[in-house]
C-alpha cells in the first residue's frame, strides 16, 4: 500500500523578464484538498503535501515539442499589473483594432453587448448588436440573436422581455447594496461588462460594476457560510463565489477597484485557489489520460491574483504538468485522442495562458505538441463531414452536426491564434465558425469551464476567405489511427457529395466510451446517413454493428484493429470484435487504500467471484505497436487515472457471451461513383443464433422501399423526410406522401443498402428507441435492422449514397457465390474476390476494369 510521502519543491517565480530568487513556496507544506485524495486502509484521509508536487514529471515517453510555426506570444506583465490573466495593458490596442476590424470581432463584440445590456435594463432590439433577429418574439417575446432568457430574469406580467423593468431594478439594487437576492447567470455576465468597460475605457460603468460585483460576493458568500456551517464542513473552499467569471471581473476592472473593494475580492480569490489542484497534478503520468486536465476555469481563477498574498504558484505548476501529460499520454501520434472528444477536450484557451507566461515560470509552450499538431491539421480535418458544415466525434459528446461543433470552437479559435499560416488549421476553423462568424459562442458560460464568448473576443480572428477548397490542402483521403483503431475516409475532397466512411474498432477507451466495436458512420449524396451516437447511446443495441442474441456487451472491453489497406482506389479497415463478446472488463472498485503494482503480484487484492485479472497490455490489442515499456504493462497493474502516483487502478474481467468469430471489414471503393462494403464474418458457435445488423439513422431516415431478391440478397432504399429536404412534400410522411403517389423529386438524396449476401435473412424494419425519462433530451435514436436466423449470416452489404435519378450499380455473382461484380452503364466494373483465410475472416481482392 502507498504511503504520503512530504517532497519539499524548491520553485522559482519570476515577471515577464526578470525571474525572481528561488524561495521554498509558502503552500510546500500544507495540504492539498486533491483529485488525488484518498481513504487509507484503516479509513482515514491520505495527505498529499503541495510540496510533494514534482512539476517537471512528465513520465516515461519524451515528446519533443517543435515551436517553428507556433505564435511567438507577449509575455505576461509582472505581478499585480492588470489586467493579466490572458493579456496586459500593452496588447490592449490590438484587442480594440481586431474587435472593430475583424469579422470574428464584430460578431463577437455584438454577442456581448447584448448581454450586457439586457442585464443592465438597457437592451434594445432594434439596434445593431441585437441583429439578425434569431428568436422571432419567442421566450415570452425575445427578439435578438442571444438566449438572454439564460439570466433568469422574472418578467412582469403583460411586459415582453425586450422591455424587461426588472433587470434595471435588480442590477440598480446590486449596485446600491440593498439586493438580498439576484439570478445566478448574472456572473457569467458580470465578467462581460468588465471587459466592455476596459474596452471602451467606461470608467463610470465600471465603478458600478465593481459596486454590483462586491454586492453579489456579499450575498452569495453569505448563502455559502451559512450552508457551509449548517453541515459542519471545515476543508478548505475549492472555488470562489462566481468562480472563473469573479476572476475575470476582477482582472477586467482591476484598475476601478476602491482598495476596499480590491481586498474583498482578492481574499474571496485567495481563500478559495490555493487548496484545490487540477487532474494530472500529483497522478502517475503516464495515466492521465481524462480530459478533466483541460478544465480551464481551474487556472483563470488563480492567475487573476497571480503574485499577490496568497497566491499558490504549485497550483499554476501542476496544472500545466496535467495539461502536457495529457498530451503525452490522453493524445495519439495520429493526433487521435484517447477520450474521444468531449468537453473543452484539449483547452487552446489555457494552453494560450500557459503561453503567456513562458518566462515566469520556466514553461515549453504546450502548442508545440507533435501531437496536438497532428490533432490540429490531421485528425480535426478529416473529422469534418462532407457537407463542410459539422463534426465527427465519439463518446461522450458524440454526434455528426454542424450545431455540436461549438464543443471545440474554443480549441479552434485557439489553434487558428497559434498557428495563424497553417491552412489547415484555418480551413477546420472556417467550417466551424461558419462563413459569417453565427457559431461563435453566443453563451457565457461554457458549461461551466470556461467562457467562450470572452475568448472570441479577446482573441478574434478571421478565417482567410482565399482558403476555401480542402482539396487543394493535401490531406490524402484517409486518416488512420492504429492506436485507438479508428478509420476516417473519404471518396475525395473536391465535392460536398463526397462518400464519407469512419469504422471505430476502438482499442482504447477513455472514461466515457460505447459498446461500438467495429461501428460505422455513413455520409454521402450531401447528408449524414448513418451518424455517430453520443451520452444517450453507450450500450451496442444504439450503434451500427452487429448484435448476436440481442446480447449486450460492456463498454470498456477492446477490439483489436487487425488489418488496413489504403491505396488510391479504396480503403478499407478489418476489425476482431471477439475479445469484446468474450469478456466484460471492469476496472477493480475499492473504497480504502491504494494498491501497488506489488499487491497485484503478491495477490493482495481480493477480487469479487466469477472475476479474475486482465493481464493482457496496452500493445497486446494494439494493431500499432509502439516501443514503450508502459504500454506493455498488464491491464492488471494499469496507473490510476487520479489517485497519487503509484497507485494502480486494475482491470478485471468476466465472461460475457463467447463467440467463435466477429470480424468486419468495411471500407470504400473509389470508382467515378464511390460506394462502401461492409462484410461481417460473425458467428456464436456451431448452432443457430439470431443476428441484428443495425445501421443507426438520422431522425428522418424512412425506408422508401424493400426489393428482396430471395433470403439473402435484396435492395432497402432510404430517404428523409426532412423539410429541408423534401420541400415539395410539404407535412405529411414520407410513407403517406408515397402512398398518395407522390414522387420522390429528382436529386434528393437517396441511400441504397443492397444486400449482397445476409443468410435466412429476415424482413428489414426501422426501428426507434426512446429514452422512458419524461421529457428526456436524449434520442430518439433510429435503426434499421437487417435480422437473420443463422449459424454465420455471413453479411455482405454495399452501401451507396446517390442523389435520385443517379444510375444504381449493377451487381452478379459468380457461381461459387465468392466474386462479384460492379458494374455501370459507362462500362467501368468492379471485379471483387472475397477469400476466407486460415482465422475465419474474408479478404477481399478488389480490381478494376474499364
Request: overall charge neutral; hydrophobic content about 35%.
Amino acid at each position: 500500500m502507498i504511503k504520503s510521502v512530504l517532497i519539499i519543491g524548491i520553485v522559482a517565480i519570476g515577471c515577464a523578464s526578470i525571474a525572481f530568487a528561488q524561495t521554498i513556496s509558502p503552500f510546500a507544506d500544507k495540504p492539498a484538498d486533491s483529485y488525488s485524495n484518498y481513504t487509507d486502509i484503516n479509513g482515514k484521509p491520505g495527505l498529499i503535501l503541495w510540496g510533494s508536487l514534482k512539476p517537471n514529471d512528465f513520465g516515461s515517453r519524451n515528446v519533443l515539442l517543435d515551436q517553428t510555426n507556433v505564435r511567438k506570444l507577449r509575455q505576461v506583465p509582472a505581478p499585480g499589473i492588470h489586467p493579466r490573466v490572458y493579456f496586459g495593458p500593452e496588447d490592449l490596442p490590438d484587442i480594440r483594432k481586431n474587435l472593430k476590424e475583424t469579422k470574428c470581432g464584430q460578431e463577437a463584440w455584438k454577442n456581448i453587448l447584448s448581454w450586457t445590456e439586457m442585464m443592465k435594463g438597457k437592451y434594445d432590439d432594434k439596434d445593431f448588436y441585437a441583429q439578425p433577429d434569431v428568436i422571432k418574439g419567442e421566450f415570452g417575446g425575445l427578439h435578438g440573436k442571444m438566449p438572454l432568457w439564460r439570466l433568469g430574469v422574472p418578467r412582469v406580467k403583460g411586459e415582453e422581455y425586450n422591455h424587461n423593468s426588472l433587470a434595471l431594478e435588480y442590477y440598480n439594487k446590486l449596485a446600491d447594496g440593498s439586493a438580498r437576492s439576484f439570478p445566478p447567470y448574472y456572473w457569467s455576465v458580470f465578467s462581460l461588462e468588465g471587459f466592455r468597460c476596459l474596452i471602451d475605457n467606461d470608467g463610470l460603468a465600471a465603478q458600478k460594476l465593481a459596486k454590483v460585483v462586491v454586492t453579489a460576493l456579499k450575498v452569495d458568500v453569505a448563502k455559502r457560510d451559512s450552508l457551509r456551517a449548517a453541515n459542519n464542513i471545515t476543508k478548505p473552499i475549492e472555488q470562489p463565489v462566481g468562480t472563473y467569471q469573479l476572476a475575470f471581473t476582477y482582472d477586467f476592472i482591476f484598475n476601478w477597484l476602491t482598495p476596499e473593494q480590491k481586498k474583498i475580492i482578492h481574499d474571496e480569490l485567495a481563500q478559495t485557489t490555493w487548496s484545490h489542484d487540477n487532474y494530472g497534478t500529483f497522478n502517475t503520468a503516464e495515466g492521465s489520460r481524462s480530459n478533466w486536465a483541460s478544465f480551464s476555469n481551474w487556472l483563470f481563477e488563480v492567475l487573476a491574483i497571480e503574485g499577490e498574498p496568497g497566491f499558490n504558484e504549485l497550483k499554476v505548476k501542476g496544472m500545466y504538468r496535467g495539461w502536457r501529460n495529457l498530451l503525452n499520454y490522453g493524445w495519439f501520434k495520429s493526433g487521435a485522442t484517447y477520450e474521444g472528444e468531449a468537453k473543452n477536450q484539449l483547452g487552446m484557451d489555457g494552453i494560450i495562458a500557459f503561453a503567456k507566461r513562458l518566462k515566469m515560470y520556466g514553461f515549453e509552450d504546450i502548442s508545440g505538441h507533435p501531437y496536438l499538431q497532428a490533432y490540429a491539421n490531421h485528425f480535426l480535418p478529416h473529422s469534418v463531414i462532407p457537407t463542410q458544415d459539422g463534426l465527427v466525434k465519439y463518446d461522450l459528446l458524440g454526434g455528426s452536426h454542424a450545431k455540436e461543433a461549438g464543443f471545440t470552437s474554443c480549441d479552434l479559435l485557439g489553434l487558428k491564434y497559434m498557428f495563424p499560416n497553417d491552412k489547415k488549421i484555418d480551413w477546420v476553423y472556417r467550417t466551424v465558425v461558419g462563413e459569417d462568424y453565427s457559431n461563435i459562442p453566443v453563451r457565457p458560460d461554457g458549461f461551466g469551464y470556461y467562457n467562450g464568448l470572452l475568448f472570441y473576443a479577446i482573441f478574434a480572428t478571421d478565417f482567410d476567405v482565399t482558403n476555401s477548397n480542402p482539396a487543394k490542402l493535401g490531406l490524402g483521403n484517409t486518416f488512420f489511427c492504429g492506436e485507438r483503431a479508428l478509420m476516417m475516409t473519404r471518396s475525395s475532397w473536391d465535392t460536398k457529395d463526397a462518400l464519407m466512411l469512419n469504422m471505430h474498432t476502438r482499442q482504447a477507451n477513455g472514461g466515457h466510451p460505447s459498446s461500438d466495436r467495429n461501428a460505422i458512420m455513413l455520409a454521402g449524396a450531401g447528408r449524414v446517413w448513418s451518424p455517430v451516437q453520443g451520452i444517450h447511446a453507450f450500450d451496442n443495441f444504439k450503434q451500427s454493428v452487429v448484435v448476436i442474441d440481442k446480447q449486450p456487451q460492456v463498454e470498456y472491453t477492446p477490439a483489436t484493429m487487425v488489418d488496413f489497406k489504403d491505396e488510391a482506389f479504396f480503403t478499407f479497415a478489418t476489425g476482431d470484435a471477439k475479445y469484446a463478446w468474450d469478456w466484460n472488463w471492469k476496472e477493480y472498485d475499492y473504497k480504502r487504500g491504494l494498491y501497488t503494482a506489488e499487491d497485484v503480484r503478491g495477490n493482495k487484492i481480493p477480487l469479487p467471484k466469477g472475476w479474475e485479472l486482465e493481464n493482457h497490455s496496452i500493445n497486446y490489442f494494439s494493431y500499432t505497436k509502439l516501443p514503450y515499456a508502459y504500454l506493455n504493462v498488464p491491464k492488471s497493474e494499469s496507473p490510476h487515472w487520479i489517485f497519487p502516483d503509484g497507485a494502480i487502478k486494475p482491470v478485471m474481467r468476466q465472461v460475457n457471451y463467447p463467440v467463435k468469430k466477429a470480424f468486419r471489414t468495411a471500407g470504400i471503393i473509389r470508382s467515378s461513383k464511390p460506394y462502401a462494403l461492409v462484410v461481417d464474418d460473425i458467428s456464436k458457435d456451431e448452432n443457430t443464433h439470431h443476428f441484428d445488423w443495425i445501421l443507426t439513422l438520422e431522425h428522418d431516415i424512412q425506408i422508401v422501399k424493400i426489393d428482396k431478391a430471395n433470403d439473402k440478397e435484396m435492395d432497402i432504399l432510404l430517404t428523409g423526410n426532412d423539410p429541408k429536404q423534401l420541400t415539395s412534400f410539404g407535412k405529411d410522411t414520407l410513407e403517406g406522401i408515397l402512398e398518395k403517389g407522390a414522387k420522390i423529386p429528382e436529386k434528393q438524396p437517396m441511400l441504397l443498402v443492397r444486400v449482397l449476401n445476409a443468410d435466412n435473412a429476415g424482413q428489414p424494419v426501422i426501428q426507434e428507441w426512446r429514452s422512458n425519462i419524461p421529457k428526456s433530451k436524449y434520442g430518439p435514436i433510429r435503426k434499421l435492422i437487417i435480422p437473420a436466423d443463422a449459424v454465420s449470416p455471413a453479411y455482405k452489404v454495399l452501401l451507396y449514397p446517390y442523389r435520385n435519378g443517379d444510375e444504381l450499380p449493377k451487381t452478379s455473382w459468380d457461381k461459387s457465390h465468392t466474386k462479384l461484380t460492379v458494374k455501370w452503364v459507362n462500362g467501368e466494373a468492379q471485379v471483387i474476390g472475397f477469400v476466407e483465410n486460415e482465422s475465419g475472416r474474408t479478404v477481399l481482392d478488389i480490381k478494376s476494369k474499364k
